[in-house]
Every structure is written in structure tokens, then in C-alpha cells.
């Protein structure tokens, strides 16, 4: 399947990026091995369990965080694409009722690219979203300022296992 021009619907996208000291298949296991993605997935504060990854066209994403607030918010999705280790596009649950989806809002298609630059890896996190609309209902509910440390959570992880490793 292919993945919709995300750049002529600028409206209802959000893009993270990173450069991370890593090689591609280590960021690859790390975002795609359910204990490591239970490990940093959300925000400060926010804990995980339930973790299933089915890592394959059709395949299930799924988890549970659990906020500092005392609230559980469900992830899920199915992975329309899968090319390891550059690529996955996850398409969110419609049945999920909170717009920000623990990271994985219902509708949007959650776009991973991972590219080899000079020894590390360029990451691009893409998110499209239905209409404009849900993607502003996701940001409401805190989506774009809930990446960057989740995000940075996911770097310092990597780092761990760069170290286990030396």
C-alpha cells in the first residue's frame, strides 16, 4: 500500500526529526522489539505495559500508558507497511476515543524512516491525520509537545543499549 503525499496535506501533518548516534538497525529493534518500545515509549513520567508488536503488513501495535495522572491510554494500530530496517507505516485505531492515542491517534498513519547519514541514523516521524481538524484535536491533547521527550527518552535509551553492547 502505498503512503499517501504527505507534504500536499500540510494541514493535517505533524513531522518529528532526530539525528541519532546509532546505526539504522539498532534504532530499527528499538522502536520495533515490544520490552524496548515498553521501556521509553511517552513522555516523562508515563509507564507501559501490555506491549504487543506483530511486526508485518496487517500486524497489531499495541500498549497501554500509563500517565502520571493515574489514567491509561490505549495505543493501537495495524502496520500498512513494514521495511526493515527504514521503514514502517502504522495506521491508528478508529476505535480509540482520546484524539492523541497515547502517540498513535485514531485514523492518522504514523510514519517511521530511518536513513543511514555518516555512521548514524536520520530519523523522520511522520503523522498524517484525517482532516486538520484531528490533528488540532491531537495537539490539544498534547501530541506535538509529548514527542520531543518521548523522543529523547527513546535517544537515551538507545544509548543504553550502545553501552550494554561495548
Known sequence: MASPDVDAHADRVVVF??????PPELVWRVWTTPEHVAAWWGPPGC?????????RVGGAFRLKMLAPNGEIYPCAGRFLEVDPPKRFVIAGDDDIEHACGAGLPPGA???????????????????LFDTAAARE???VHGYSTSWPPCLERMVQFVSVQIDDRS
Open 109 to 127: 498513519r504514523v510514519m517511521l524512516s530511518l536513513e543511514e547519514v555518516g555512521g548514524k541514523t536520520a530519523l523522520t516521524l511522520k503523522t
Open 17 to 22: 526529526t532526530r539525528l541519532i548516534d546509532a
Open 47 to 55: 509507564e507501559n505495559s501490555g506491549c504487543e508488536i506483530d511486526l
Open 137 to 139: 484535536a491531537a495537539n
